[in-house]
């Protein structure tokens, strides 16, 4: 779950820094080549997943590390 | 699977709050936006829709009119514009902002209508020479008279109620420019256009028509909230049914997010080059939802707007660059309708009202 999270926020920076962000024009039609319009539509996949899944996924990988860190060590054995 | 409840109840509880990072704030986005137009080179839209510089130019010379009421710094970018616009067609022709196939048109009620528009608020609000917005004035009234149904069109054959409606607002502003008296000529439109071009499953204008007024279209999100708002000058009851029936029927908001559907669901089109993608399932359309924003700023309808500006802010890419804003997933076609739509308001006040102070000459 907090790979998960991790990832899509990398994802979503490098596609920044690579100016993603400009080539979302491609969504109303005005991206002219096929690589600008790849990059748009990965930058715009990648902001909604790290918008919207990457906060409630890093709730639920904190809460289940916290739940292995809860457990019982287990008791040696000979 | 208590993990999966974990994420189901984390999902949930963000999915609810989202909208409060997102929260708009209209008056700051104002200057920002201004900024932009005012820096923006609507020429850049030829090579996708030359209908689009046109329609560029328009709704940031009405927002430029509108913004000259408290700041007159504004007139000077609204007279350039509209007189530049004006001196292009009449320089190239009247295929010059046309899509290629119209290339064999003589007359084009978009063409006219939208640069007396332009015009006309250019007159009201900087005067100057009147000639070319009268010379355009008249060119509406042959193209109204000539056409059987008084409803003219903007290709040959293809007629639009965007079109006919911005070219009524048009003569109304002129009026209230030019003192002349078009109420006779515009009640009779209104006649034709209710008796003809109003579905009668939803009761909304349907968006594109033949010579002969059969509909080519139904009801269309990026023509019917705009066309409302250009009512309000002519007919305030029937722009506020219509913005109603719109509402209701193309208006969609969840989770602190609004946004429009381009067909209702009594009449399911395609997709064309103004309207855009619809995103399915949520039935969100990128034309319709940019001008939902005029309608409801337009039409007082608050929490609306706010949902539209939510998922503007959301979706559709803001970028700042110094002091201008503009949103990346649209165009400076785009950017003009939101600003319009944020700064509408004083100018067809005046109109209505007949309180302009521009000087008339």
Partial sequence: ?78 | MRSLLVFAAALAVWLCTLHLFFRPDRAALVQPLANGQLAADHSGLRRYNPEWELMGRLFTALAFANLSFEHPEYLAPLTRIANETDALERQHGVTYFLLPYGKHATQSLFVDGEIALMLAARQLRAGGDPASLEDRVARIERQLTASPLLLPESYPDEGWVFCNTVAVAALKASDAALGTDHSELIARWLQSLKLHLVDPRTGMLVSSFHRDGSPRDGPEGSTIWLAAHMLQLVDPQFAREQYALARASLGHSALGFAWAAEWPAAWQGGMDIDSGPTIPLVDANAGSSGLALLGAAAFEDAAYLDGLLSSLRLAAFPVQRGASLRFAAGNSLADAVTLYSLVQGPLWNCIKESRCSAPRS
């Fill in chain 1, 1 to 78: 779950m907090l790979r998960s999270a991790f990832v899509m926020v990398a994802a979503f920076a490098v596609l920044s820094l690579l100016g993603g962000r400009d080539a979302v024009s491609v969504l109303s039609g005005t991206v002219s080549t096929a690589g600008g319009a790849l990059l748009g539509l990965s930058y715009a996949l990648a902001w909604f997943g790290a918008l919207l899944l990457a906060p409630p996924l890093l709730v639920t990988g904190l809460f289940r590390a916290y739940r292995g860190s809860q457990k019982p060590a287990s008791p040696p054995t000979h």
